[in-house]
């Protein structure tokens, strides 16, 4: 099963900010985040593990809520160069597979 | 950048005929997949592999077999593809479990008319 993104997308203003929000119906054990610009490969953004360690973008945060299966992005004074697609990926404990949502379109005007 | 490579990069077939698709990587990763991803449906996991002859299936695996006979080859194959399976393929690689950041390949673009 896919994790569930929302919104499915947004408008932001250059300086503004934005939360992508990322929900699993089952127990997880790592959420990616990755982004994605038009007609290119999905980019790493960042890891939240279980137990509350993260790597990833120095600007870019993101939470982990275990019990509530449920991450959010935090995506503050917005850059042009933030636009793309948001892609959450969640791992569960017990199997490898890597399954990702149907992704956030961010768009940030000047 | 981390050593994954797909190829094709494009290719337009006919219904019906086989299609095989590579994905090759140099890092030695465990952890391989293919995704296919549309327009409103994001990355869907057709297959996985979590070792050399290890492979499981994914969201979307009708229609789609796969083999791993070697740590850097994942090879994806359409047995008989059909027009609902024209798409952009991606190929990722990971190395520990969950704990270390996917890379993907550059995609291919397969159309099947």
């Known amino acids: 099963q896919q994790p569930v993104q929302s919104p499915q997308a947004v408008i932001l203003r250059e300086g503004e900010d934005a939360v992508i929000n990322c929900s699993s119906s089952k127990a997880l054990y790592s959420v990616h985040w990755y982004r994605q610009k038009h007609g290119e490969a999905p980019v790493f953004l960042m890891i939240l593990l279980k137990g509350g360690e993260q790597k990833g973008h120095e600007k870019i945060s993101a939470s982990f809520n275990e019990k509530k299966q449920q991450s959010s992005l935090y995506l503050t004074a917005s850059q042009l160069s933030y636009s793309g697609t948001y892609f959450c990926g969640t791992l569960g404990g017990s199997n490898y597979k890597l399954t990702f949502g149907k992704g956030t379109l961010l768009t940030v005007n000047p | 950048d981390a050593g994954i490579t797909q190829s094709p990069r494009h290719k337009v077939t006919e219904t019906g005929t086989p299609v095989t698709l590579r994905c090759h990587q140099t890092?030695?990763?465990?952890?391989m997949y293919w995704y296919r991803q549309d327009p409103g449906h994001g990355l869907r996991l057709i297959h996985y592999s979590y070792g050399v002859k290890d492979t499981d299936k994914g969201e979307v695996s009708d229609g789609y077999s796969v083999s791993r006979s070697k740590t850097e080859d994942f090879l994806l194959t359409l047995e008989s593809a059909t027009s609902s399976q024209t798409s952009v393929y991606f190929c990722?690689?990971?190395?520990?479990?969950?704990?270390?950041?996917?890379?993907f390949g550059q995609g291919t673009r397969l159309t099947v008319v």
């Open positions: 890092e030695n990763h465990r952890y």
């Open positions: 990722a690689i990971t190395g520990d479990r969950g704990n270390t950041e996917a890379f």
